[in-house]
């Protein structure tokens, strides 16, 4: 199956401060999602990115897709306590109608 | 608009048991999916149904594992015998199914609340 690596595994910011989680891919991805999963919670959607270089804003996140189509990333401004919680990305192949997950950056915001 | 429901949300049950959860998709929703989540883990797809045929199971042990989504709504997941390494939350999403052209792009899944398994 589709190999992805994510990270860092785990972040510790403080409050205001950025926060930056990479996806990386050895193969070329058709594309990726990107998930939040808030502490004994279940995953939510937060973006779906499809073109080589596409950049999507939602207010304070960011979101990348490389030109080669192998990596991306996630950049939140100013993080808030709101914030806490594990990103994922999630990847299908080319000719892959299987969607998989990496391990996810864990999340921490410290007042 | 109601959400994905499964149930149980939690189950303990000892090793060589079988254990069955149920996912109710969101309502029109063709594609359904079975995550299993190992604690510090992403999901890991198990099965993916388009409406009631499977899409894609090669993840899934198909020795214990089992798995059906009769007349394309509701779905069971099944295991018999469990492992201790089956411990898991077991997530359920759906989606209105692949998307763009060519189908190269997924629609958004929504994810059901889980079921927390834990064998003993």
């Known amino acids: 199956g589709q190999q992805v690596m994510q990270i860092p595994q785990y972040q510790h910011v403080q409050e205001g401060e950025d926060f930056t989680t990479y996806c990386n891919s050895s193969t070329t991805l058709s594309n990726i999602q990107w998930y939040k999963q808030r502490p004994g919670g279940h995953p939510v959607f937060l973006i779906q990115l499809v073109k080589s270089g596409e950049v999507k804003k939602q207010k304070r996140l960011t979101f990348q897709f490389g030109e080669a189509k192998k990596n991306s990333s996630l950049h939140i401004t100013a993080t808030q306590t709101t914030d806490v919680g594990t990103y994922f990305c999630a990847v299908s192949g080319a000719g892959s109608y299987q969607l998989t997950f990496g391990k996810g950056t864990k999340l921490s915001v410290i007042p | 608009e109601a959400g994905v429901a499964q149930s149980p949300r939690y189950k303990i049950i000892e090793k060589r048991q079988s254990v069955a959860f149920w996912c109710n998709p969101i309502s029109g929703h063709a594609t359904l999916y079975w995550y299993q989540q190992i604690l510090g883990q992403g999901p890991k797809l198990l099965i993916q149904f388009q409406n009631n045929g499977v899409v894609d199971d090669s993840q899934l042990p198909k020795d214990r594992f089992s798995a059906e989504r009769l007349k394309g709504v509701d779905s069971t997941l099944k295991i018999q015998p469990a492992k201790l390494e089956d411990s898991a939350v077991y997530l359920c999403?759906?989606?209105?199914?692949?998307?763009?052209?060519?189908?190269?792009?997924?629609?958004?899944?929504?994810f059901g609340p889980g079921t927390r398994l834990t064998v003993l």
């Open positions: 999403a759906s989606s209105t199914g692949l998307a763009g052209i060519n189908h190269r792009s997924y629609n958004e899944q929504f």
